[in-house]
C-alpha cells in the first residue's frame, strides 16, 4: 500500500531525502510503520509566508510517500489481554463493514491518548496509523511541535496542520491522530467529515495528572506557564477546553472515559487500559454507522 502527502514546508526543510521511521510515532506491535521519502513537487500552492524572513512566501514543497513495514527499532508494543484482543477483532469485523474503507480521524484535548488509542484501532482494522503532528514536523524539518511555536507561530503549525488534513483526506483506511487544537479551524471538519471523527472525552483533572507526570516540555501551549505544574496545567486546560468543547462535540462518536468507569462499576479513569477504550471506540462507531444506515435505507 502507497500514499502520499504533499505538504508545504519552510526552505530549510528539504536540504536532502530522507529513510527515516519516526521512533514510536507511527508502529506498534503489528501497526504499520510509516517510512517517509521526500520529493520535490511542481506547482504547488503557497501556503503562506514564512515569518522568519522577509522575502515572500515559502515555495518549497514536498511530498511525503508512505510504505508500510512491520516493525521498526525502537518502537513500543502496547500489550493487552487475550480477551480484550478477542473482543478488538470481533468488533473491528463488525465495524469493517459499515466503514468501507473510510478514515477514522481521532480528536481530543492533549494527553487524552489518541495516538495510543489510535495505533490499536489501525492494528485491529487492517489501517495504517498517521500521527498528524508528526506530519508536520517532518513537512518542516524541525523535531517537535513545541520547537515549530517558539521558532514561527501556533498560526504557522496550524496552517501546515491543515494541509496535513487536506491531503490525508483524499485517502482511505488510515486512522488519523489529530492535534488538540485540530478541531478549531472549520476547513479542518471539513476534511475529517470525509470520514469518521471520534472523541477522546478524558476529565480535565486526569489530563492535567497525566501530563504534568511527563512534564510539560512537549505541550507548546502549556510549558511557558510557571508554578504549580499540576494546578497551571488544570488552568490552562479548563481554559483550552471551554474554547474547544463545542468544537468537540461536532464528533460523530464520542468515547467519555467516565462512562466507561461508569459500566466497571468504578470512577477511575487512570485505571482504564488503551484497548479497553479502543473497544469503548469500535462500539462507538458502530452506532453511528448502523444508525446511519437504517436512516438511510
Not at 50 to 74: E, M
Not at 136 to 149: H, N
Not at 199 to 212: K, S
Request: positive net charge; proline residues 4%.
Amino acid at each position: 500500500m502507497e500514499a502520499s502527502v504533499g505538504i508545504r514546508a519552510p526552505r530549510r526543510a528539504w536540504g536532502a531525502g530522507f529513510e527515516k521511521t519516526q521512533r514510536g510515532a507511527y508502529c506498534t506491535g503489528g501497526v504499520p510503520a510509516v517510512r517517509f521519502t521526500a520529493e520535490k513537487l511542481p506547482q504547488r500552492l503557497v501556503l503562506g509566508t514564512d515569518p522568519r524572513r522577509s522575502t515572500g512566501p515559502v515555495t518549497r514543497a514536498a511530498k511525503l510517500t508512505a510504505s508500510c513495514c512491520k516493525k521498526s527499532a525502537g518502537t513500543e508494543k502496547v500489550h493487552y489481554s487475550a480477551d480484550e484482543a478477542l473482543i478488538l477483532q470481533q468488533k473491528a469485523q463488525d465495524v469493517l463493514p459499515y466503514l468501507d474503507g473510510r478514515c477514522v480521524y481521532l480528536v481530543g484535548m492533549m494527553g487524552s491518548g489518541k495516538t495510543t488509542v489510535g495505533k490499536i484501532l489501525a492494528e485491529v482494522l487492517g489501517y495504517s496509523f498517521f500521527d498528524s503532528d508528526k506530519l508536520v514536523e517532518k513537512a518542516v524539518g524541525i523535531s517537535s511541535v513545541a520547537e515549530i511555536f517558539q521558532l514561527y507561530s501556533e498560526a504557522f503549525f496550524r496552517d501546515n496542520e491543515s494541509e496535513v488534513l487536506r491531503d490525508l483526506s483524499s485517502m482511505h483506511r488510515l486512522v488519523v491522530a489529530t492535534g488538540g487544537g485540530a478541531v478549531i479551524r472549520p476547513i479542518n471538519w471539513s476534511y475529517m467529515k470525509k470520514g469518521l471523527t471520534v472523541w477522546l472525552d478524558v476529565p480535565l483533572d486526569a489530563l492535567a495528572r497525566r501530563i504534568t507526570a511527563v512534564g510539560t516540555a512537549s505541550r507548546p501551549l502549556l510549558h511557558q506557564e510557571s508554578g504549580d505544574p499540576y494546578a497551571k496545567a488544570y488552568a490552562k486546560l479548563t481554559s483550552l477546553f471551554e474554547q474547544r468543547m463545542d468544537s468537540y462535540a461536532n464528533a460523530d462518536a464520542r468515547v467519555s472515559l467516565e462512562h466507561i468507569a461508569s459500566k466497571q462499576g468504578h470512577n477511575d479513569v487512570t485505571i482504564l487500559t488503551p484497548s479497553i477504550i479502543a473497544i469503548e471506540a469500535l462500539l462507538k462507531i458502530e452506532s453511528f454507522l448502523t444508525e446511519k444506515t437504517m436512516v438511510r435505507n
